[in-house]
C-alpha cells in the first residue's frame, strides 16, 4: 500500500499520479488534502509519515509545489526517510542507498511526465542491502 499526499500546490499532480498507480494496479490510500483549496502542507507530510512509520503503508509519495517544505515536515517523523527526487537517477540511488520510504515531488518543478517516470524508479528500485548503507542508515537513525 502506498500513502499519497499533497497540499494545494500539488493536488494536480497527485491526481495525475493516483490515475498511474491505478493502471499500475498498485493500492493507495490518500491522506489529502482533496481539493486545491489554499491548505498547509505540513498537515499532510505528516499523515503520510505516520501512516509508513506506523506500518500502514510501505511507502509514501507526497507533493507539494517544490516538495521541500512537505519533505522537511515529513522527515521529523521518527522512522521517516523522505527523499526530494527531481530527476530518476536521484530516486534510483536514494531507493538503492538510503531505503527512503517516502518520495517528495515538487509540482511545480517536474511536470507529470516525468514525476511518472521518478515515481516508476522509486517504487520499482529495491533497497541494495549493503552492509556500508545498512550502517549509515542506522547513523542517521542515532
Known sequence: MIALGSDHGGFYLKQELMKHLEERGLEYTDYGTYSDASCDYPVYGKAVAHA????????????CGTGIG??????????VRAAL????????????????????????????GLAIKIVDTFLDTPFSGDERHVRRIKQIED
Open 52 to 63: 509508513v512509520a506506523d506500518g500502514e503503508c510501505e511507502k509514501g509519495i507526497i507533493i
Open 70 to 79: 512537505i519533505s522537511i515536515s515529513a522527515n521529523k517523523v521518527p522512522g
Open 85 to 112: 527526487c527531481g530527476d530518476c537517477f536521484s530516486a534510483e540511488m536514494t531507493r538503492l542507498h538510503n531505503d527512503a520510504n517516502i518520495l517528495a515531488l515538487g509540482a511545480r518543478v517536474v511536470g507529470p
